[in-house]
């Protein structure tokens, strides 16, 4: 098409039934809002402009979508005061919708419409007529019915309230989704009336209008119910966020990702995975997730913002999230389990991270070990450091952080203290219980313990009874 997209994008209503004091498209779906699903669609349609039209926490969603990446198109508001039906949602973008553009009206809380299928719907437009995006269904309640005339074109939509006994039998049903050309479609707006059972301005008027001045109205028909599934209720959202999950479980699957069981996968972003990945059941990747080949990942884990190695093995119950610094695990390491990568986390090749570890803003240099019990946080550690059970970096003074440097083959023995600033020499050994405030030179041993004090033949105090 030569001619440019703008998106209309209605995101007015209240979802009474959604009962949350978080308007509806901002409902959480793979835990983003519902109308960020429908941004995400204009951006792949490069979409010259997108109008979001506000009225129900109308400050919330405004703010919440205020901020556009690089890659969205221009993003503009309109309110909808008070709320008059969906022709009168539309009326209110007219002031800022060109005459030279196809409009593509979508609703915020209809969050997986795929972008092939709305391209089609605008080469089906054609930038001269008007092109609805239609369903047969089994039980269409709910949904306006399509009516076709003698010859199966489209003369016009039937909405439920409105219908008798006959149009409502009528199985082809209207999305709320459709195109056409802006300055047709401005005209047909300022034409519709509210002379029906909800004396609301219903957009699907335009499609009378436009039959009327002999511009065709064309179908474009699907088969896939969830395309058009709309969230008004949270059973309707959880439904479809299991549709949803069970597509990105078939797609990884299709690409040789092997699911345990692909009803317990949930992806909330985006999972590239390398070749012969394996991944158990119950876990959770958010954000921006890379695994590398031959990467296993145990049950119960939750990835967010991290790039897996080859051949990495990421043990059950490990929580790893980069956030926005990320995390980075090298090839053939073993994190885990209940291990706890946070921020800045960057572990080289074959470093082990084992139960109850957490790591922040570390580096950990090629072999390095932290297997049982212990924290890093601000610490650049060498290769084959082996840093013992119930160890710490104590890197926060109580205003500022500080860094920790162990060097390489230092061994760090349990229930140690390294109190920051401080470097610890390479080859050098740390006794068990040591607190070292000061560096240490290579190759050294130690200790620093109080004395220890005996007393024999030591009583215990008893309590005195009353």
């Excluded at 549709?243 to 990105?248: A, G, I, N, S």
């Excluded at 695990?329 to 470093?351: N, S």
Aim: proline share 4%.
């Amino acid at each position: 098409m030569t001619q440019p997209i703008d998106i209309v994008i209605m995101a007015a209503g209240k979802g009474t039934r959604m009962k949350s004091a978080t308007p509806k498209v901002l409902q959480k779906l793979a835990h983003q809002g519902l109308v960020q699903h429908v941004l995400d669609t204009a951006a792949q349609l490069q979409a010259r402009k997108v109008v979001v039209i506000t009225g129900h926490g109308a400050e919330q969603v405004e703010a919440a979508l205020a901020t556009a990446g690089d890659a969205q198109p221009q993003r503009e508001f309109v309110r909808q005061m008070p709320q008059l039906g969906t022709g009168h949602a539309v009326q209110q973008a007219v002031p800022v919708l060109d005459d030279d553009g196809i409009v593509v009206i979508l609703s915020g809380d209809v969050p997986l419409t795929q972008a092939d299928t709305i391209q089609a719907l605008v080469q089906q437009s054609g930038g001269d007529k008007l092109a609805l995006l239609t369903l047969r269904m089994d039980n269409p309640f709910g949904y306006g019915r399509v009516m076709r005339d003698a010859y199966d074109n489209v003369e016009r939509i039937v909405e439920q309230k409105d219908g008798t006994p006959d149009e409502l039998a009528v199985k082809e049903i209207y999305s709320g989704i459709m195109a056409a050309p802006a300055r047709l479609l401005k005209q047909w707006l300022g034409r519709i009336d509210n002379d029906n059972a909800q004396n609301e301005y219903y957009l699907t008027d335009v499609v009378k209008l436009a039959a009327a001045d002999g511009v065709p109205v064309l179908a474009h028909v699907i088969s896939d119910a969830v395309q058009v599934a709309g969230v008004n209720s949270p059973l309707q959202l959880a439904e479809l966020e299991r549709e949803y999950q069970k597509r990105q479980a078939e797609r990884l699957m299709a690409d040789g990702v092997r699911l345990r069981d692909p009803s317990r996968f949930d992806l909330r972003g985006s999972l590239s995975c390398g070749q012969d990945v394996e991944i158990d059941v119950n876990c959770v990747f958010e954000g921006t997730v890379k695994l590398g080949s031959n990467v296993r990942i145990g049950a119960n884990c939750v990835l967010a913002n991290c790039e897996i190695g080859d051949g990495a093995v990421i043990h059950p119950f490990t929580h790893v999230d980069g956030e926005k610094l990320g995390v980075r695990v090298g090839a053939g390491a073993l994190i885990g389990p209940f291990a706890r990568l946070r921020p800045g986390a960057d572990l080289g090749e074959e470093v082990h991270i084992g139960n109850f570890v957490e790591v922040k803003n570390s580096t950990m240099a090629k072999g390095a070990k932290a297997n049982h019990l212990a924290y890093l946080g601000d610490a650049t550690v060498g290769e084959r450091v082996n840093y013992g059970a119930g160890t710490i970096t104590a890197n926060y003074d109580g205003a500022n952080k500080h860094r920790t440097v162990i060097e390489a083959d230092v061994h760090i023995g349990s229930n140690s203290v390294l109190v920051a600033p401080v470097t610890i020499g390479a080859g050098g050994t740390v006794g068990a219980g040591s607190t070292i405030g000061r560096d240490t030179p290579p190759n050294a041993l130690s200790v620093v313990r109080g004395k220890l004090v005996q007393k024999e033949n030591y009583q215990r105090p008893v309590k005195i009874k009353k």
